[in-house]
């Protein structure tokens, strides 16, 4: 049996049903037979899960039985030192060890950050994703961000906004990597011998992955032991489409290892963070006047992680089901366990920070730049809060060199960081200074404080809730700070409306072949036939008129001695838009000739958006990317993305290094090159804008008289060109 054809009946209870009871096809492998694994079926949930355990009756997931990891005496494992372990395990066993991606994942239209392991190797074609990787199979130390679960950092002893997916991947097209078989095998042997794993404690739970839209989607094995999922062995089996179902022609094994997890496991210590952030946390421990007290902790350690603040039972709130549960008196939980975990928030944030701003991103008022900010200012709260006195400098370079063995660019933008934050901790102050007289006209006019106007004062005034919560207390108004407030204004990971522009005239197409683009070879005119006519609308064979696209303008001119006064593409076809309707037919053969002197300052206009943007980057930094460009015949006009205002000063600078460009005389390049190619040589600063859904790049390359670069683009505009041969 397969699965469902029915595009409406996909949903993962009713597919993990149809894997399940066809288990020798899906889940079953030669490990568990060998090994002796016996598949039962949970007295909780259901699902069917593999153990070695006679007597075993629940699956293990962590919602059905406390941690029991924890030991008496912990260890203490070195990150990087643990990596070097991962991955001598996975390349002794036929494993390639690949760099890290950005965690600025610019290659993606649709995403900011990297938000899985898998992304490194996903690339958009025509509204599909498909893979590219230099290697097969592999493993990559793969950091990731992810803001939505905020409120349980620090909380919940166990989730991040940034941790390490250590991604082993196994691509199965066009050569075969590896199924399920060889997954399981390393899998177990990689748990019992390297992280030590009591076999009999391990088990396998038989269920389902999907992408949100099931575009595609397959069987997984979530491996538990003592109450923690230690990872989810996805297999990328199948994929739909319009209600259609079929087998994937490239399967991927996809088994992202949450790789803190693995050290917090190992380690034995109460929380995910004291095991990975050791000296980040003793260094606060020390400037904020508490000693964490982790036998007080130990009463709620083991139900912390599992009981998720959003699903947190309706009329009760997380913090009182933890009391209620572990029987620990409020009075502990505000005074002994709050600060712990305000502390935990602190040490996760930093690094946050130290990777987000290092692959080149910034805190700012939008999309994931947003949410930098948020996390920034949670920081400021916190140590305002609890008047901690540190510096958030030294705990950037705590953080840098435990990563340092791992990451060999993780010190390249300590100085932009530290700018970075002097930069937001002025701007939060100031905020602060107006916060007290907008709370007052508040309180004036008598306004209730609910969860809206609350977000209202964050995302308008940047007035944090804790702030007005404490403000109006001391008036005696009791302000209720929803638990979740902070995961209901982070941003989404998605980029929201980047979808592509529609073309502004409208003009079926379907039928019609591809326009040849002859203005790539800078013809600036040409004889062509036409293939259709609507009104004022023409389509030719081929064209010498560039349509508009990357904030270029279209190109004017005459077709026939008819004005043509805008070009527009739809899905390959070229436009034309003319002055009248023409006096000429279909099929029959026109006269094209471009306006050379508006092509020219097109042109010149465009090649120094890119020179622009260089210099940017030398004056500003690798963050100061290019967020848009317009470049009509009159003017040329670039956003660069920067954490304050320049100054005239920088303005200057960057006029003046650009200017120098073209005194000392450059040499500008467009040359078609595998996307692959491109990244691997000039890296993902090719994607000033944004990620050029296509395989085939073209690349404007400039660089100076003596050979030496001063800036690749992916591009498909029309520069000033040096032209070779
Ligand atoms: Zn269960
Ligand atoms: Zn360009």
Redesign the pocket.
């Known amino acids: 049996m397969g699965p469902k054809d029915d595009i409406m009946k996909l949903d993962k209870d009713s597919l993990r049903k149809d894997f399940s009871n066809d288990y020798k096809s899906y889940y079953s492998s030669e490990l568990f037979e060998h090994e002796g694994f016996i598949r039962k079926k949970?007295k909780?949930?259901g699902?069917n899960f593999w153990t070695l355990d006679q007597e075993r009756e629940?699956?293990g997931?962590s919602e059905?039985e406390p941690y029991t990891f924890f030991k008496d005496k912990t260890s203490d494992i070195n990150y990087a030192d643990f990596w070097k372990k991962f991955a001598k395990f996975f390349t002794e066993n036929g494993h390639t060890e690949i760099e890290k991606y950005p965690v600025v994942s610019r290659w993606r239209q649709d995403l900011y950050f990297t938000i899985a392991s898998i992304q490194d190797f996903q690339r958009i074609e025509d509204g599909r994703v498909s893979f590219e990787y230099s290697d097969n199979p592999i493993i990559v130390p793969q950091m990731c961000m992810r803001f939505n679960d905020i409120q349980n950092v620090g909380v919940t002893g166990r989730h991040l906004t940034a941790f390490m997916m250590a991604g082993q991947l196994a691509f199965n097209y066009p050569k075969e990597g590896y199924w399920r078989d060889r997954t399981t095998e390393l899998n177990f042997k990689f748990l019992t011998q390297v992280l030590g794993v009591e076999k009999k404690d391990l088990t396998y739970i038989e269920d389902v992955w999907a992408m949100g839209d099931f575009s595609e989607y397959g069987p997984c094995l979530e491996s538990f032991s003592n109450g923690l999922e230690l990872v989810n062995s996805v297999f990328t089996q199948f994929e739909s489409s319009r209600g259609k179902v079929q087998e994937l022609r490239g399967k991927v094994v996809d088994v992202g290892w949450g790789f803190e997890r693995l050290i917090w496991f190992r380690s034995g210590k109460q929380t995910l963070y004291d095991s990975v952030f050791k000296d980040q946390l003793s260094y606060i421990h020390r400037n904020m006047g508490i000693k964490p007290d982790h036998s007080k902790y130990a009463q709620i350690a083991s139900i912390a992680g599992y009981i998720d603040i959003d699903a947190s039972k309706k009329g009760e709130s997380y913090e009182q089901e933890i009391m209620r549960r572990s029987g620990i008196s409020e009075d502990d939980y505000y005074s002994i366990i709050r600060p712990m975990q305000a502390s935990y928030a602190v040490a996760d944030h930093m690094r946050t920070l130290l990777f987000g701003v290092t692959d080149g991103a910034l805190p700012s008022n939008v999309g994931g730049g947003y949410n930098l900010r948020v996390i920034l200012r949670r920081v400021f709260d916190i140590i305002n809060t609890y008047g901690i006195d540190i510096d958030l400098m030294k705990l950037i370079e705590m953080h840098a060199k435990d990563l340092r063995p791992i990451y060999r660019d993780i010190d390249s933008s300590i100085d932009e960081i530290s700018t970075v934050i002097d930069v937001e901790k002025r701007r939060y102050n100031n905020t602060k200074s107006s916060a007290n007289s907008i709370i007052d006209s508040l309180i004036k006019k008598k306004e209730p404080m609910n969860a809206e106007k609350l977000r209202m004062l964050y995302e308008s005034n940047g007035i944090p809730p804790e702030y007005i919560s404490k403000e109006l207390g001391k008036k005696g108004i009791d302000v209720d700070v929803p638990e979740n407030f902070y995961s209901s204004i982070i941003k989404s990971d998605f980029v929201e409306g980047k979808k592509e522009k529609h073309s502004k005239i409208s003009m079926d197409v379907e039928e019609i072949e591809k326009t040849k683009k002859l203005f790539y070879d800078f013809a600036d005119s040409a004889k062509a036939k036409v293939l259709k006519i609507e009104k004022n609308m023409v389509i030719l064979d081929s064209t010498p008129f560039y349509a508009e696209s990357g904030g270029q303008e279209a190109d004017h001119g005459t077709i026939n001695g008819i004005k043509v006064v805008d070009v527009q593409s739809a899905s390959g076809v070229i436009i034309h838009v003319l002055h009248s309707k023409p006096d000429f037919g279909e099929g029959s053969t026109v006269e094209c000739k471009v306006d050379i002197d508006r092509r020219a300052r097109l042109m010149a206009h465009h090649t120094a958006t890119h020179l622009v943007s260089a210099a940017a980057r030398q004056v500003l930094g690798k963050h100061a990317w290019q967020e848009g460009a317009k470049k009509s015949a009159e003017k040329a006009h670039i956003d660069i993305a920067h954490y304050e205002k320049l100054s005239a000063a920088q303005v200057k600078e960057i006029e003046a290094t650009a200017n120098k460009c073209i005194l000392d005389g450059i040499k500008v390049t467009m040359r078609e090159m595998g996307r692959s190619e491109a990244e691997s040589k000039f890296g993902f600063s090719i994607y000033q804008g944004h990620g050029v859904p296509a395989a085939k790049l073209r690349i404007v390359e400039i660089d100076d008289l003596s050979g030496k670069l001063i800036d690749a683009e992916a591009c498909g505009g029309l520069h000033l060109m040096n032209r070779e041969g």
């Open positions: 949970c909780i949930c699902k629940l699956c997931d059905h």
